[in-house]
Every structure is written in structure tokens, then in C-alpha cells.
């Protein structure tokens, strides 16, 4: 079975530039989440869907991230415009949620953003 | 709001030692607790979900624990191996279902 498949890897840019990183979640699952990781303040949740819908995104630092979902294979991250504390780890899982039963929550390899 | 700790942040043990791994959290009306595991470079991998029914969960030599009135869960590796050497994270929910809080994770080494 296809994990959760996350491009790039890796993205090197420079400050301003805009950086868009994609997801696409494991087939069935209904819930996904994008995460960011950093040395200072580990895995901290920035934005999470729940059959495509945007249910929590007080997570997201401020005006320049978006994330979109436009249907249940695909999502986006987007920084416009980037700056260099940006830099960071972006992980993107996804689940199955139905009702109170939870299944885990299933990662991809993320991507190691860096803006100089 | 949901905080969660682990203790240690990193601890280092010979090949063959059984250990154990403590997670705290604070809000305790939560549906399920889950650990991770992270190698170098990689996404995380779940290894145990403990629903709030459960007071366990068993995959191979782990074992993971939940008691939900003094806001613990602890992991319990039996006869380490160099293998088992990664970060582990335990997640508990912020309320409820979702969304996960992660600890900072315990840096594991099993020394051959």
C-alpha cells in the first residue's frame, strides 16, 4: 500500500520567494493534517482537514501560509511571501476518523524546507 | 489546553535492558493516546494507539500503558535492541478525538 506521498523533499529557496508543498493522502482515509517540525519547538499541528473541509487552522502562524484541499487525494501548503524562520520540517499525515473511534495517524517523509 | 512532557529527553542503555518511557499530559478528558517513532531524516511511524476503554496496548516487545486519571502513559520496550534506537513521541488529543499535541520525544540509544 502507497503511504502518505509528500513532494518535494527538500526545497531550498530564497527569502520572498513563494514555496508550495503538496500532499497526497493514503486512498480511504478522510482526515489530513499538516504539521511543521523544528529543533526549538518540536511537531507543533498547523492546519487539519476532515473530508476536505478546513476544521482547525489556529495553528497556522499567520496571514502568509494557505493550505488547501481541493478534493480527498490532494492538499497544498503554501508561504507566500517566505521568509527564513520558516525553515523547517513540514510533515503531512492523514487518518480515518469515524466517530469516536480513531485510527492512527499515518506520516509521510515530509519536506525539509530551508529559506536562505 | 493540552500540554504533554516526556521524561527523559534522551536516554542511552546496553543492548538486552528493558526501559520504559514516561508521557505526561494535562487535560485528561481525551478519547485515545498514541507513541510514535522517528528515525533521523524520517516521518513518524505509529507504533501503539491506546483507546480511552483500554488501559493497554501490546505490539511484539512493546507495550504501552494509559491511565487517564493521573494523566500518564508510559512505553515499556523489553530486551532493547540497536534497532529499537530512535526518537519516540507520545500524542494525546487536545480535546477529545483531534487535533494531536506531541511531546518533544525521548532520544532512545541502545548501545551494542
Known amino acids: 500500500d502507497a503511504g502518505v506521498i509528500q513532494s518535494p523533499r527538500h526545497e531550498v529557496t530564497e527569502m520572498g520567494q513563494e514555496v508550495t508543498l503538496r500532499c497526497k493522502p493514503i486512498?480511504?482515509?478522510?482526515?489530513l493534517f499538516w504539521y511543521r517540525q523544528t529543533m526549538m519547538r518540536g511537531l507543533e499541528l498547523l492546519i487539519y482537514?476532515?473530508?476536505?473541509?478546513?476544521?482547525?487552522d489556529s495553528g497556522m502562524p499567520e496571514d502568509r501560509f494557505s493550505a488547501k484541499m481541493p478534493n480527498a487525494s490532494f492538499s497544498t501548503l503554501k508561504i507566500q511571501p517566505s521568509e527564513p524562520r520558516d525553515s523547517a520540517v513540514y510533515f503531512c499525515?492523514?487518518?480515518?476518523?469515524?466517530?469516536?473511534?480513531?485510527?492512527?495517524?499515518?506520516f509521510g517523509d515530509g519536506t525539509r524546507l530551508s529559506i536562505l | 489546553k493540552q500540554e504533554v512532557t516526556q521524561i527523559p529527553a534522551a536516554l542511552s542503555v546496553p543492548e538486552g535492558e528493558n526501559l520504559v518511557l514516561n508521557c505526561s499530559f494535562t487535560?485528561?478528558?481525551?478519547?485515545?493516546l498514541q507513541w510514535f517513532r522517528q528515525d533521523p531524516g524520517k516521518g513518524l511511524t505509529s507504533l501503539l494507539l491506546?483507546?480511552?476503554?483500554?488501559r493497554e496496548q501490546t505490539s511484539g516487545r512493546l507495550n504501552a500503558s494509559l491511565d487517564k486519571s493521573s494523566g500518564r502513559s508510559t512505553l515499556y520496550i523489553a530486551a532493547s535492541q540497536p534497532g529499537d534506537s530512535a526518537t519516540y513521541l507520545c500524542?494525546?488529543?487536545?480535546?477529545?478525538?483531534?487535533?494531536?499535541?506531541f511531546g518533544k520525544g525521548t532520544r532512545l540509544s541502545v548501545i551494542a
Open positions: 482537514f476532515n473530508n476536505n473541509v478546513p476544521i482547525d
Open positions: 499525515a492523514s487518518s480515518l476518523m469515524s466517530g469516536p473511534q480513531v485510527q492512527p495517524q499515518h
Open positions: 491506546i483507546q480511552s476503554s483500554q
Open positions: 486512498s480511504g482515509h478522510n482526515s
Open positions: 500524542a494525546a488529543p487536545s480535546s477529545g478525538n483531534t487535533p494531536l499535541v
Open positions: 487535560d485528561s478528558a481525551i478519547y485515545n
